[in-house]
């Protein structure tokens, strides 16, 4: 069974007496440890479906699940709980709490899921020297680069084991050599297991995944599996598609 299955996604905003269309028609799967980057225009739909994925947002219509589970039929309260020990988050902008060290900040998850502080120890150690932040742990957000700062969302995300990673265009407040590093990360985690769901405009950033979905008009118009292919190759066939996507030639 998938771990993450999308049927027939659709999103209807209202503003004003109008009705907005943000997805049409979205169906996907996601196999447990995949890498799936989503690439599309502004206004696509990228991020709309990346927030029904998180159960930050609810489809107008369509089923999702998450192994087995309906999201849609989550109250309130379970869906906070099911992003807390369900779901791993990394934002462009990092959403760290600059009243809060990186230690804690990095905890908070687990603080909210009533976790041990044993176990939060016990976490963070092997962690923090994967994300090469042991040194940091005791300075606050304000305090080091921004580099630093995605690391340190990174281990916030993953500290809680989730099922399941989004990621909201995690390289676009980094420079080519904090996002190359960033994206090593991914691919490494991606590695050990780590299922990856990312959003994101940059080719570059897309060519790590293992496939690209790209979303148009709120529909998937196009997807590539990455394969055998290198990361160079992969990168010039998605840079292709991007292209043919903005004059709607894409081609199998």
Not at 8 to 16: A, D, G
Not at 84 to 102: D, K, S
Not at 118 to 145: F, G
């Amino acid at each position: 069974m998938p771990l993450l299955t999308l049927e027939h996604i659709r999103r209807i905003f209202k503003e004003n007496s109008q009705q907005i269309v943000a997805l049409k028609d979205i169906s996907l799967t996601v196999e447990a440890g995949d890498y799936v980057a989503i690439m599309g225009e502004s206004g696509a739909g990228k991020t709309t479906l990346l927030n029904i994925i998180a159960t930050l947002d609810k489809a107008s219509s369509g089923t999702i699940k998450l192994e087995g589970q309906d999201l849609n039929e989550l109250t309130e309260r379970n869906a906070a709980k099911f992003r807390r020990e369900q779901l791993g988050f990394v934002f462009q902008n990092f959403n760290l709490l600059n009243t809060f060290n990186n230690r804690d900040n990095i905890f908070l998850p687990l603080v909210l899921a009533k976790k041990s502080h044993q176990d939060m120890i016990q976490r963070l150690k092997p962690l923090a020297a994967q994300l090469e932040i042991t040194s940091i742990l005791d300075r606050y957000p304000y305090e080091i680069s921004g580099g630093q700062r995605q690391r340190v969302a990174a281990a916030r995300a993953l500290i809680t084991q989730p099922q399941l990673l989004l990621a909201d265009e995690p390289t676009g407040a980094l420079d080519s050599h904090n996002a190359t590093s960033l994206l090593q990360l991914f691919d490494q985690v991606n590695n050990q297991g780590q299922t990856i769901l990312m959003v994101t405009h940059s080719a570059v950033t897309a060519s790590h995944s293992k496939r690209t979905l790209f979303i148009k008009d709120g529909v998937i118009f196009h997807e590539l599996i990455r394969g055998d292919q290198d990361q160079s190759a992969y990168l010039a066939k998605i840079t292709g598609s991007l292209t043919a996507l903005a004059s709607e030639e894409v081609q199998s």
